[in-house]
């Protein structure tokens, strides 16, 4: 039975891990150097990106300090870029001068490890929903490279005056028309610039196999770039694979 006094504490220890969530000491160690992927740091099992505003944890990850650098842990399990890079991505198109676009930015868990990799570059981070829109404002207060945008990615004439030519187009909808979504938005990458597609099959069609899908989605853009590299995330994020373009 549980008893007042139990009860005061459990409240306490949720409340001290909430706020570890956004302030978090971070943990010194001395083992995490640069990975094979410029900008993206290892302590050889996980990933990490140097954090450009230290001491502040976007969504409950690990903060760890070495010499005078502070590094965030980028869980593949929450990122489908950091699973991309697990799973063996052939490129990594972010530089630290790097404009992106980004479509489905959701709370901005992905978003702000690119903007600690490109932070000379610009995110142009569009969402749909309101209320993920609401927590990306946060985090864009705390990093001005990252430019939240309210849209639907469906109708690029709510945000083409405001965003340029970037170099990589990102993209995370989770919708039944993911593809064309993203073959509407290639008008923004500049020639020689990279596209990530993270293509959900079963938002596609549930009952399909996911790689007869991929398969199809690969074909479809072949017509309009080059594929560069499909990548199966699985098991970090179950049927769903990244596909990887260059624009001529
Ligand atoms: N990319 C995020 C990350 O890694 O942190 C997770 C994205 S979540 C899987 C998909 C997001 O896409 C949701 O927040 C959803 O509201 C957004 N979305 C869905 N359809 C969209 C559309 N047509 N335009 C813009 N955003 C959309």
Not at 82 to 103: E, S
Not at 177 to 182: C, G, K, T
Not at 193 to 219: H, I, M, Q, T, W
Request: hydrophobic share 40%; with cysteine; net charge positive.
């Amino acid at each position: 039975m549980w008893s007042a006094g139990d009860h005061s504490r459990r409240i306490r220890s949720t409340e001290r891990a909430k706020a570890h969530k956004l302030w978090s000491v971070p943990r010194v160690v001395s083992e995490i150097h640069r990975s094979d992927v410029p900008h993206v740091f290892t302590d050889t099992q996980r990933l990490y990106t140097r954090n450009a505003v230290p001491g502040v944890a976007v969504y409950g990850e690990r903060l760890v300090r070495q010499g005078n650098e502070e590094y965030r842990e980028w869980n593949p399990r929450r990122s489908k870029l950091a699973a991309f890079l697990k799973r063996g991505a052939a490129v990594f198109p972010f530089q630290a001068d790097t404009d992106v676009l980004y479509l489905g930015a959701a709370q901005g868990t992905t978003v702000s490890h690119v903007a600690d990799v490109c932070r000379e570059g610009t995110i142009y981070a569009v969402e749909i929903s309101r209320r993920a829109f609401q927590k990306l404002i946060d985090l864009s207060e705390r990093r001005p490279n990252v430019i939240p945008i309210l849209a639907d990615a469906r109708a690029t004439e709510g945000y083409e005056r405001l965003v340029g030519r970037v170099g990589v187009l990102y993209q995370d909808v989770a919708q039944r028309d993911q593809v064309s979504i993203f073959l509407e938005n290639l008008s923004f990458l500049r020639a020689g610039g990279f596209g990530l597609l993270c293509l959900k099959a079963r938002s596609v069609d549930v009952a399909a196999n996911p790689r007869v899908l991929y398969a199809e989605a690969r074909r479809t853009l072949a017509k309009s770039v080059t594929v560069v590299q499909v990548v199966e995330l699985d098991p970090y994020e179950r049927d769903h694979a990244a596909i990887l373009v260059e624009k001529a």
